[in-house]
DNA sequence: CTGACTGCAAACGTTTTGCACGGTA
DNA sequence: TACCGTGCAAAACGTTTGCAGTCAG
């Protein structure tokens, strides 16, 4: 919880009961929709808003202490912004993971093969969770 | 244009001039939103409706002979299948251009890390293309 | 105390659906 | 001819906005 208050704190945001139920979300899960947040936090909250959600992730978003995961099939999700990742994504069940992969070598390979400059990249992997093997 | 009606044949579609236009939109820009789609055709073929546009998309999904392209902070994009390639996308005009990069060793490498077995990957790299820089 | 946050309702844009008509095979 | 595709209008969504009341700092 005290994590949760520094986090916002840091940010420059105003500490909420709503805010600190979607942080700690986020943390918990690692990766959750707006949909999601929103049926999870309501049931202990009843009176939480839909639009709170909204205007919460957005603002989050523009201060980037979280990021957003589009992914095809699938409602976008948002995670803590941490050090550079991949996911995994399970096809099945929509469990995403993280993990740790050097792309330093394709980045330089990227670079020496096209004419663009490369700030950032994203790196989805789709297949089976051992679950649903 | 025989290209494009022997492709719609090739996947069991019937061919009609919307579906022709559309196939032809996505060969000759390679990456392209419903909304541009529907634009572009409209100017030539005023009796065109978005419905129309919508449906035919997502009937080109469901027999994957066209894939989805979810970037962050844009529309979703369209292209033809074809061989497996990753993307840079202009984070200043929002051009997107195809790349051929060797990712066999990350996804050997995911592979060994983790419980997941791996069967699609997608990988964007996010920059200035030349004429943004 | 002041500005920012919340919840509600309305507005908005995008995507889907149902139906009658027209075109493809 | 039989079925599928088209266009239109309406409906269904997801997301954003405006506003009045409330709360955090």
């Known amino acids: 919880m005290e994590q949760y208050i ?12 709503q805010r600190l ?3 700690e979300l986020m943390d918990i899960n690692g990766h959750i929709s707006v949909r999601e947040i929103f049926n999870k936090i309501k049931a202990n909250f009843p009176s939480l808003s839909l639009a709170t959600v909204y205007k919460n992730v957005n603002s989050m978003l523009k201060n ?12 976008s999700k948002y995670e803590l912004a941490k050090e ?3 996911h995994l994504i399970c096809q099945s069940c929509g469990d995403v993971k993280d993990i ?5 070598s394709l980045i330089s390979d990227a670079l020496e093969k096209s004419d663009y400059t490369i700030s950032e990249s ?5 297949g089976l969770c051992s679950n649903c093997q």
Chains 1, 2 share one sequence.
Do not use: M, R, Y
């Open 6 to 17: 520094e986090l916002l704190k840091h940010n420059n945001i105003k500490v909420t009961p």
């Open 21 to 23: 139920a979607i942080v």
């Open 64 to 75: 980037s202490f979280i990021k957003e995961l589009k992914i095809t099939g699938q409602d």
């Open 84 to 86: 550079a990742h991949s």
């Open 100 to 104: 740790i992969l050097d792309t330093n």
């Open 122 to 126: 994203s790196l989805q992997l789709f």
